[in-house]
């Protein structure tokens, strides 16, 4: 459904700096996009609920269910900005005219996070001046929806029968060209990863880099 970029990027390879946390890693269900960089979640505490004591039957895990379908008793609902993720801005009302490639972005990532469940790693800061949740966003199971195992020559750079690999999501908005590095959080631990991705979106002239600038 998407096209090809160069490298794979598992959580496993991304190299999470050690420091100081704000908060520990919350499991939750994402069941609005409200555009590129923003979207609203169930979250849950305790990583382990989903399926384990307390947590109750919450339903599929494999992102095939949607809210509906799921009994999400124990959650609570959040508004999440991915950190270090800079998308171009929607129209949200009628009297306003989207920035370049807000929609298209929006688009993007409502295609990789719609009704999935995913990890949120949390850096030094845990909100924004607007009350969201400020979060590195893992997800598992997205080969089919993103060709992430090719590099520019076709060649398999890692197993594309892999389907239980986690993928910072952060990272793949911005290395397809749907966002910018927000620099007003350079300094997050994984600031070098995203201003590499963003290098590569720019070289491949991808996304907004083709059409905005």
């Not at 520990?24 to 305790?46: F, Q």
């Not at 688009?107 to 030094?124: G, H, K, N, P, R």
């Not at 893992?138 to 076709?154: R, S």
Request: contains cysteine; charged residues 30%.
């Amino acid at each position: 459904m998407l096209t090809l970029l160069a490298a794979c990027y598992f959580i496993d390879d991304v190299p999470i700096a050690e420091g100081p946390h704000c908060a520990p890693d919350m499991l939750a269900y994402v069941y609005e996009v409200l555009d590129g960089d923003t979207i609203r979640v169930y979250g849950y505490d305790n990583v382990e609920m989903l399926g384990g004591e307390g947590g109750g039957d919450t339903g599929s895990t494999d992102g095939t269910g949607d809210a509906e379908d799921l009994d999400l008793s124990g959650g609570y609902s959040l508004d999440v900005r991915m950190l270090g993720v800079d998308a171009p801005e929607i129209a949200h009302s009628s009297a306003e005219v989207a920035d370049c490639y807000g929609d298209r972005a929006a688009e993007f990532t409502s295609d990789i996070l719609l009704e999935q469940w995913v990890i949120l790693s949390f850096d030094v800061e845990c909100t924004d001046i607007y009350g969201r949740a400020l979060a590195y966003v893992i997800l598992g199971d997205i080969a089919d929806d993103v060709e992430q195992c090719d590099d520019d020559e076709g060649e398999d750079t890692c197993d594309p029968d892999s389907t239980d690999a986690e993928v910072l999501v952060n990272e793949i908005v911005i290395r397809y060209g749907n966002a910018r590095v927000y620099e007003a959080f350079d300094n997050i631990r994984l600031a070098t990863l995203l201003y590499e991705a963003e290098e590569a979106a720019k070289a491949k002239n991808l996304g907004l880099w083709a059409e905005c600038e």
